[in-house]
């Protein structure tokens, strides 16, 4: 089976940088996506690790060690719209995409 | 470009009655189409997940069923709700082999 763990909440100040990490147990291995969900939305695609290492995309990068299971998000130079739930996401074997049980961030002014 | 919506955006059934969920895309061809539940402050819950026309595979037992009678159009259904069965319910489509879904707008559901 597939299973990811991330931690429920996370708070941080506006400007600040936040880290959410993701463990991740799985049958086969393709990669770890991470997704962003506002309050009342469908969930949007922000980045995707299929080899290890760090992958920047303005101020989010996502960081992937295979040998760990282990992957995170470093949210950088916060602003209040990034208070929202974030999701780390595993294909396995196959094209289907197990989810996390989600993060939400609080970013306060 | 391609877009994906389904539909009904909202909706309130009663205990027992039938549902009919449909996702449409548009823009691409032989998608990966899926199947997502959401409770309320929780996470998502694959239901199913569809490779091509007929080929569906159920992620959960439950008295949901999905079909894809079309490559690009997928329907989840019931034949009697539950109250269990309340939950934003979320489709989307990915090109093969890559990690990036594309979600519809999704479908809020509450049983009473």
């Known amino acids: 089976g597939q299973s990811l763990e991330q931690p429920s909440e996370v708070t941080a100040v506006e400007g600040a940088i936040v880290q959410i990490n993701c463990t991740y147990q799985t049958s086969g291995f393709y990669g770890l996506s991470w997704y962003q969900q506002h309050d009342g939305g469908a969930p949007t695609f922000l980045s995707y690790?299929?080899?290890?290492g760090l992958e920047e995309t303005g101020r989010f990068s996502s960081f992937l060690s295979r040998s760990d299971s282990y992957g995170y998000l470093l949210l950088q130079e916060l602003q209040m719209k990034d208070s929202a739930s974030y999701f780390c996401?595993?294909?396995?074997?196959?094209?289907?995409?197990?989810f996390g049980t989600g993060t939400r961030l609080q970013v306060f002014p | 470009s391609q877009t994906i919506h389904q539909w009904p955006a909202t909706l309130v059934q009663p205990v027992g009655s039938p549902l009919s969920l449909e996702c449409t895309v548009e823009?691409?061809?032989?998608?990966?189409l899926y199947w997502y539940r959401q409770a309320a402050g929780r996470g998502l819950q694959l239901l199913f997940y569809s490779i091509g026309i007929d080929q569906i595979s159920s992620e959960v037992p439950q008295n949901l069923s999905a079909s894809r009678p079309q490559d690009r159009q997928f329907i989840l259904s019931s034949k009697k709700l539950l109250l269990s069965d309340s939950g934003f319910y979320l489709c989307a489509w990915s090109d093969r082999g890559t990690g990036e879904l594309f979600f519809g707008e999704g479908s809020r559901l509450t049983v009473l």
């Open positions: 690790n299929a080899l290890d």
């Open positions: 823009g691409t061809s032989n998608p990966n």
């Open positions: 996401a595993v294909n396995g074997n196959t094209d289907k995409l197990i």
